[in-house]
């Protein structure tokens, strides 16, 4: 089984929408993160919650919010979607007690967003 | 204003050569970097890092060398081979500063691995 899942994997919706993405992750890690992928721009954090209680706006936090419900679980919104939105979006865990290695990140497989 | 660059959105390579990735940073303040793989319709896997103490770390086929005085860092793969064929992300963090350990990511090379 995959340690950190994304649903839905694709999404096709409408301008003003309200979606949610989920993600839920068995590695245990506390540190979990939202991006987006767009074509020749590279991952970009959109946000980061440290544990429960922690959440935090990343690079490009605007039209989005997120919610941790669990240690295992965040999830990412968008109150009313917008075309330029469309998007590959990835979750990703890590733990921040791994010495040596802290810093690496273990991704979902990703959600195909188009907003139309 | 890019802290990691890419400056090569391809590569494409003959089967048994080398590969080498390049990858520029501007923040000398970054002290951890990772190279992740990403095959299409799947999410970036982690290849390799190296802190900023070491100047070399290598794993199998797989070496990123570090120099911290021109902030630049490249991944080379030796001998390549058509299964490493995928996008390539660069990474920088600065662990112990204020990203509070988050990556920052290039935009990517594609490198192509030919029979």
């Known amino acids: 089984d995959a340690d950190v899942t994304q649903t839905p994997r694709n999404r096709i919706t409408k301008t003003g929408k309200r979606i949610m993405l989920e993600c839920s992750q068995t590695?245990?890690?506390?540190?979990m993160y939202w991006y987006r992928q767009d074509p020749g721009l590279g991952l970009r954090l959109i946000y980061y919650s440290f544990d429960v209680k922690d959440i935090n706006k990343g690079e490009i936090s605007d039209g989005y919010s997120v919610s941790r419900q669990a240690q295992a679980k965040f999830s990412l919104s968008l109150e009313s979607a917008i075309p330029n939105q469309t998007a590959l979006y990835f979750c990703?865990?890590?733990?921040?007690?791994?010495?040596?290695?802290?810093?690496?990140?273990?991704f979902g497989p990703g959600t195909r967003l188009t907003v139309l | 204003d890019q802290q990691v660059k890419q400056n090569s959105p391809s590569l494409s390579v003959q089967e048994g050569r080398i590969s080498i990735l390049n990858c520029d940073y501007t923040n000398s303040m970054f002290d951890y970097f990772l190279w992740y793989k990403k095959y299409p319709a799947e999410g970036p896997t982690f290849l390799i890092s190296?802190?900023?103490?070491?100047d070399k770390n290598e794993d199998g086929r797989f070496t990123v060398f570090l120099n911290k005085s021109a902030k630049h860092l490249s991944l080379h793969i030796v001998p390549s081979q058509p299964g490493d064929s995928a996008v390539y992300f660069c990474a920088a963090s600065d662990i112990y500063g204020g990203s509070q350990g988050n990556l920052i990511f290039g935009k990517g090379t594609k490198l192509s691995v030919k029979p």
């Open positions: 590695k245990g890690h506390d540190r």
């Open positions: 990703a865990t890590s733990d921040v007690q791994l010495a040596g290695v802290l810093g690496e990140q273990f």
């Open positions: 190296i802190s900023s103490i070491k």
